[in-house]
């Protein structure tokens, strides 16, 4: 089955800085890798996601990359900013049927 | 439009009575649906998932179980509740227009 691993498991940045989290993912059939923003005491949000068929993906600050090949896949965090400080989980599997969860990255954007 | 409930909000139960958890979904049909528990500072841990009424996939061994009893509607239930079984119940489900998952607001169980 789908193994998913997720690094750093917390990222501290200064407001403006850039944040960039990684995953690997074991199966290559998976086609779907999403991206969830969870606040304190909230439920998982989706943010971005990407489809096997594009390498990039970008919506405003957020953008995502896919490698295929390497089996990996990023987020990046432009011009942080406090309100961005959340836990950020990816996830990767084939659609619809499950996901498969990273183990979450804390980020803290200090002003 | 699509949105989806769960209830109740928060919940304190003492170990070893019983449980049931329930998520709606409106504004679509048969659409999957996902229940998963997550523990304090935890990841997202999967605990079963459904296809269609009276179809359940379960994806970790325990004492909870999960029905479908309509289309919308998926239920999380125990017969006797541990300590262990304390974190945030969340219910997702996907969207068929464009594969997207979203998650419910979620259920905060305390066991005491």
């Known amino acids: 089955g789908e193994n998913v691993e997720q690094h750093p498991s917390t990222l501290s940045v200064q407001e403006g800085d850039s944040a960039v989290i990684k995953c690997t993912y074991s199966d290559s059939a998976s086609n779907y890798f999403p991206w969830y923003k969870q606040e304190l005491g909230k439920r998982p949000q989706l943010i971005i996601d990407i489809r096997s068929n594009v390498g990039e993906k970008k919506d405003q600050r957020i953008a995502v990359t896919l490698n295929k090949t390497a089996k990996h896949f990023s987020l990046h965090i432009t011009e942080t900013q406090p309100e961005d400080s959340a836990v950020y989980f990816c996830?990767?599997?084939?659609?619809?049927?499950?996901?498969?969860f990273g183990t979450g990255t804390r980020l803290l954007v200090s002003p | 439009s699509q949105t989806i409930h769960q209830w109740p909000a928060t919940l304190v139960q003492p170990v070893g009575s019983p449980l049931s958890l329930e998520c709606t979904v409106e504004g679509t049909s048969n659409p999957n649906l996902y229940w998963y528990r997550q523990a304090a500072g935890r990841g997202l841990q999967l605990l079963f998932y459904s296809v269609g009424i009276g179809q359940i996939s379960s994806e970790v061994p325990q004492n909870l179980s999960a029905s479908r009893p309509q289309d919308r509607q998926f239920i999380l239930s125990s017969k006797k509740l541990l300590l262990s079984d304390s974190g945030f119940y969340l219910c997702?489900?996907?969207?068929?227009?464009?594969?997207?998952?979203?998650f419910g607001p979620g259920t905060r169980l305390t066991v005491t």
């Open positions: 997702a489900w996907i969207d068929p227009t464009n594969y997207e998952q979203y």
């Open positions: 996830a990767a599997g084939v659609f619809f049927q499950k996901l498969v």
